[in-house]
Nanobody
Framework: LQVVESGGGLVQPGGSLRLSCAASGSPVDYYTIAWFRQAPGKEREGVSCTRRGDGYAVYADSVKGRFTISRDNAKNTVYLQMNSLKPEDTALYFC????????????????????WGQGTQVTVSS
């Protein structure tokens, strides 16, 4: 599996962006897919995750109610719709995939994921 992120950019506070994670080499619905982000000098943070099979979605408290993760299996792509963006959302955003998480509650543990993209930069600034 290979994943490639796109859709980042510069946006004003309160604005929106939609990130895409395009998969190739294998059907994306075989994998649990997560979005992580990392700001300079900070640890990588799990933002959202969609579970393989049923597509159950979870979110970090910091983005709950503002971000939405979704899958389009026909396009083999996972999206992250980000609304009401704040300056603290500024980071490099990564898409990550794993075929199975033994404990879904550990979805924010970045070391559990086997496949990573190169990231797409999101900057929220006026």
């Amino acid at each position: 599996l290979q994943v490639v992120e796109s859709g980042g950019g510069l946006v004003q506070p309160g604005g929106s962006l939609r990130l895409s994670c395009a998969a190739s080499g294998s059907p994306v619905d075989y994998y649990t897919i997560a979005w992580f982000r990392q700001a300079p000098g900070k640890e990588r943070e799990g933002v959202s995750c969609t579970r393989r099979g049923d597509g159950y979605a979870v979110y970090a408290d910091s983005v709950k109610g503002r971000f939405t993760i979704s899958r389009d299996n026909a396009k083999n792509t996972v999206y992250l719709q980000m609304n009401s963006l704040k300056p603290e959302d500024t980071a490099l955003y990564f898409c990550a995939a794993v075929s199975r998480l033994p404990l879904f509650s550990l979805w924010q543990s970045h070391y559990k994921y086997d496949y990573w993209g190169q990231g797409t930069q999101v900057t929220v600034s006026s």
